[in-house]
């Protein structure tokens, strides 16, 4: 029998949601979209959810008790287009009922791929090379000038080995790297396959040539790249992020640029997002920002648009969505 939605209300957080998801919605739902190709604010989000049934959200979207209030007992479900989901108050949620969809799994390969780009483009100064090339200061071949370390027999050790690290572990290991190591608070029995080793916390710090932060965002992961975790790296070690901005002490980075603690950071995510215009990171020839678009493969965000779709009319139905987080009870 074909199933009709026609009763419920969906919100959706801006305009320029992939069309996918979008689409699968209007065709079962009443669809109201924020007008805007950005965040909602705060105000109008307040405004427009009164009634809604569901709501399709982003990172950048916050879905506190203030919100879930607004919303009233008419929610049902909260689906985010991303893998994390600390933007969303999770106790909240279970309070009242309120099932939560989001995105894993459809969005490992892109971010993998990205981390790699944001890798080299880190160690072998490509940002730095473009802007010498476009200003000038590109005069003539020379043995040594914008060198930087390869891959090639390196150490390369990964922060969190769950699907993103285990992609990320298969992608650099095709460059000839010497070791690839990974700290993770479980075993992975992909890793001998993939043939990395997990080590502590403090021997990935010291031993790694490069730096691969992977991790999930927990109470257990805030900030635990800080000062101390940077003054154990090489001197001469590259650190890249293309998970969460807050599990880094941005300040403690800085420190460590700044100092030539570590050689240099790729960052796909910082805090705040974005990052402020006069942010001494963006000044810094040894630090490459990009905005966070670790997922932004044209594939992976339709795919992850009609997951979201799908996982909101699943719970409109009342029945197993393809992607629910499931709330602990601690």
């Avoid at 919303?71 to 989901?85: D, E, F, M, Q």
């Avoid at 479980?186 to 043939?195: D, F, L, Q, W």
């Avoid at 940077?230 to 300040?251: C, P």
Wanted: net charge positive; charged share 25%; with cysteine.
């Amino acid at each position: 029998m074909k199933r009709s939605f026609a009763k419920y209300k969906v919100f959706v957080t801006r305009s320029d949601m992939p069309e996918q998801g979008i689409s699968l919605l209007k065709k079962e739902c009443d669809v109201t979209l924020w007008n805007k190709p950005s965040p909602v604010p705060r105000a109008d989000f307040l405004k427009s959810i009164p009634g809604m049934n569901a709501i399709f959200c982003a990172l950048s979207d916050k879905i506190d008790k203030e919100v879930l209030e607004a919303a009233g007992s008419s929610l049902k479900v909260v689906s985010t287009i991303s893998v994390g989901y600390d933007h969303i108050d999770l106790n909240e949620c279970k309070k009242r009922g309120i099932r939560i969809g989001y995105t894993p799994d459809v969005l490992t390969d892109a971010t993998a791929e990205l981390t790699v780009a944001l890798l080299l483009a880190t160690s072998r100064r490509l940002s730095e090379a473009i802007d010498e090339a476009r200003t000038g200061g590109w005069v003539s071949w020379a043995p040594t000038w914008m060198t930087g370390p390869g891959l090639q027999g390196a150490t390369v050790g990964i922060a969190g080995f769950g699907r993103i690290g285990q992609a990320v572990a298969k992608r650099v290991k095709a460059f000839n790297t010497g070791k690839i190591i990974y700290y993770n608070r479980s075993e992975k029995r992909e890793a001998k396959e993939i043939g990395a080793d997990k080590v502590s916390f403090d021997d990935l710090l010291k031993k790694s040539d490069f730096i691969i932060c992977c991790a999930a965002l927990v109470p257990e992961t805030k900030e635990i790249f800080n000062k101390a975790a940077f003054e154990k790296m090489k001197k001469s070690a590259i650190f890249v992020n293309t998970s969460r901005g807050q599990l880094v002490d941005q300040n403690a980075l800085i420190e460590a640029l700044q100092n030539n603690t570590i050689r240099a950071a790729g960052l796909d995510v910082t805090s705040p997002e974005p990052l402020p215009l006069d942010s001494p990171l963006l000044k810094m020839k040894n630090c490459v920002i990009l905005p966070h678009i670790g997922s932004a493969s044209i594939e992976a965000r339709n795919t992850m648009s009609e997951l979201v779709a799908k996982n909101i009319l699943a719970a409109l139905e009342g029945t197993n969505m393809p992607s629910e987080l499931v709330i602990s009870n601690k």
